[in-house]
């Protein structure tokens, strides 16, 4: 049902450093900065190769990037796979006893529906499904 790697979620202080930081290493396609206010996080997709990076900023220090970057400090915070479904992918997951981290499927990054899985039930990695909108680009790149 993981149909391919989305993106790859990172957390950092500053959005328009990192953003920089990126295109000194050659990253230079950036989609615009987005807030996401359900997750408590300012976003931005920066295309690399067949998938994306999301710079995450968090907007308060109760957010859960906030407080992952208090325990953690910066950097790689999540995986995000695409799938068809984001509901249908959740219930599948749950079925194999795995806990996903909201009842139902919450709003994300450019009118995407998502649900994060709980890390400990996924090696260890924070894991994200999601379901892009009908009519965005079914493959990536799709930063712009
Ligand atoms: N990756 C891997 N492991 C993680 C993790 C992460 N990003 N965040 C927490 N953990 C681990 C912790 O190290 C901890 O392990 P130990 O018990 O061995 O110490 C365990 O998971 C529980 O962590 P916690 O700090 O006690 O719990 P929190 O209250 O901080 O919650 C989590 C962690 C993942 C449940 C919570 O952050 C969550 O629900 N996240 C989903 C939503 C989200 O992350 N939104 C932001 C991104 C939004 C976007 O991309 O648009």
New binding site residues.
Partial sequence: MLKFVDHI?IAVEDLDAAIESYKGCGLTNVGPIEE?KE???K?VMIQCGETCL?L?QATGPD???G??IE??GYGM??V?YRVDDVAAAMDALKSQGRRA??EAPRH??AGSL?C?M???DMG???T?LVERPAGSPQEPPYAH
């Fill in positions: 979620g996401v997750q408590g996080v976003v999301e995450l957010s859960p990037v407080k992952f325990k953690r915070h999540h995000a981290l909201s994300g990054h998502v994060f709980h890390p400990k260890g990695v924070l994200e």
